[in-house]
């Protein structure tokens, strides 16, 4: 495992990214930037204003709760960036009509029908997500401890119940994940996603964004959301275990119930396994990364320059902001220096 994974970085930066389709997004605490490589070779940037769901409300933010915030927030965000990027790059064909159907949705629900089909997306993305990984591992848990007469009844029985499901849940899982990465659109996808890794790498090491200093680095990163999925199945497990083993529908409704509450610790740990030296806590991130050996792969010269696109247009926006705010907050502390002297 390259030791530059848990060096400590030297710019704190919570700037996080995603590998679109030919592109990468980077998003900070208050901008998010998209670049794509478009079919005429050129790189197109767009920016946006961009603040977390955490960031909007103080209840949000508060550890535990804002886990599963930022997991339904992610989600959004990612699924609308994704749609966006398809049709920079040209895969949509700008001259191609409106199908009956879109025209249909229009008229029905308005010239935001896109948004509708955004979040029904997200639904769908979550209802499978949660059917496969979590309904069916249980729903195959319970019909084996039947086959093999598992008394589910006692402590020891739930335990091995609870250990066949998060086993099969595991296997699920990276079943899943070598499976899409057999198709070579997502291979490129996966190479973004390594150009993003290794351009955040390069940033908060302090070093120009050259093509140069970006592929020296590590694709693999304790921060990227395929580590967080790994802790958030390994969690789950553990939580299960205390749940016990009930029917069929009395499970499900348990881990559908819990789910938030499994967010909630996992983002912590995971949050914790990126900034701490305790080994224990870095072991549960560690098949996460692992896994970064599949969902990252190598980029080109091209890719990363796609990367380095996107990260320097939300840290000049960023900075840009900083610079605008800062001759009133001069103003602020000059009013309140005149204030004093005044009351002494």
Sequence with gaps: MN????????????????????????????????SVRKASGEIYT???????????NKIFGFPFVRGAVSMIDSMVTGIKVLLDSAEHVDLVDEDEKESKFELWLQKKLGKNYINYLLYSSVVVAMVFAIGLFMLLPNFIADVLTDVFSINTGTSGGAIIANAIEGLLRIGIFLLYIFLVSKYNDIKRVFQYHGAEHKTIYAYENGEELTVENVRKHTTLHPRCGTTFLFVVIIIS?????????????????????????????????????????????????????????????????????????SLKAVVDAQNNEEKEKMPEKEAVCTKESVSGDADQ
Excluded: C
Excluded at 3 to 18: H, L, Y
Excluded at 48 to 56: G, L, N, Q, R
């Design 3 to 34: 030791k530059e994974i848990w060096q400590k970085p030297k710019i704190a930066s919570n700037i996080g990214g995603e590998a679109l389709i030919e592109g990468v997004m980077m998003r900070g605490t208050g901008h998010m930037a998209m």
């Design 46 to 56: 767009e920016v946006k204003p961009s603040v977390p769901a955490t960031k909007k």
């Design 237 to 309: 497990i553990i939580v299960f275990a205390f749940a016990g083993w009930h029917n069929k529908l009395l499970n499900m409704m348990i881990r559908l119930a819990l789910l938030p509450v499994i967010a909630g610790i996992a983002y912590e740990v995971f949050k914790l396994a990126a900034k701490t030296d305790n080994k224990l806590i870095r072991a549960i991130s560690m098949p996460g990364l692992m896994l970064q050996k599949i969902t990252t792969q190598e980029p080109d010269d091209s890719m990363l320059e796609v990367a380095i696109a």
